[in-house]
Structures are given as C-alpha cells and as structure tokens.
C-alpha cells in the first residue's frame, strides 16, 4: 500500500519537525494533498492510524486539506479545473494547456502541539 510509505514519511518527518521544537506529543497534523498527488486521503488516514504508534504522533490527529487541480491558460490569463482524470484543456479558448498551478501538493503544513501532554 503505497498511502503507508507516505504517512511513515508524513510522520518521521512531523516527529522530527515537533522535536525541533521542543514537543514530544502532537495533537494535530496537518497535510496538503493536491487532488493529482495519487494520494487517496481516506487510506492514508487510516495508514496514518497504523503508523503513527510509537511515536511524538501517536496520538496526533491527522487532518487532510484537499486541494483541487487547477491549470493555467496564458492567453485567457484564466486559472481552470483539470478535474479527474485531468484535462488539460482551456474551457474559455477551447486549446491544450498543460501549465499545471496546484494539484501535486503534498505537504505537511501544520503541526499542533498537544496541551495536555504531562
Ligand atoms: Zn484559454
């Protein structure tokens, strides 16, 4: 399962990340996953579930902000959907464009300290 390689990853690198800064428990991470990562958000939650054990996120929460494809068109100066499957086709002019704005993220982007961590 390849969502499993990913969270193991999410999780290292949170943990290190929570280190750094002085906490050993984390409540809450959170990740961006572009609609085009090839991640499906509800295996990589409960992959997250199974790998977070033994860890400063063991009893982290993740929270998955999904982000929507969109592609660039430059002579319309218009931002549109690809969708998915993606279509990198301009809605407005009717040409390709395959000028890709957002949609391959995934990146953590934020990570709460838990509170009541003794
Ligand atoms: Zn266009």
């Known amino acids: ?3 499993l ?3 193991t990853a999410i999780i ?3 943990d290190e990340l929570a280190r750094a800064d002085g906490t ?3 409540s809450t991470v959170t990740v961006r996953v572009g609609e085009l990562a090839g991640v499906v958000p509800d295996a990589l939650g409960f992959a997250f579930e199974v790998a977070r054990d033994g860890t400063a996120l063991a ?3 993740l929270v998955v902000e ?3 494809a ?3 068109c430059g002579p319309c100066a218009e931002e549109f959907p690809v969708g998915m499957p993606p279509f990198f086709w301009c809605p407005r002019c009717d040409q390709p464009s ?3 704005r957002c949609g391959r993220e995934l990146e953590i982007t934020g990570i709460e300290p838990s509170r009541a961590s003794a």
Request: glycine share 4%; net charge negative; no cysteine.
């Open 12 to 14: 290292e690198r949170a």
């Open 70 to 72: 969109q592609a660039w």
């Open 66 to 68: 999904q982000v929507p």
């Open 24 to 26: 050993d428990a984390v």
């Open 5 to 7: 390689s990913i969270a």
């Open 98 to 100: 395959n000028d890709l």
């Open 1 to 3: 399962m390849h969502e």
């Open 59 to 61: 009893g982290a929460q």
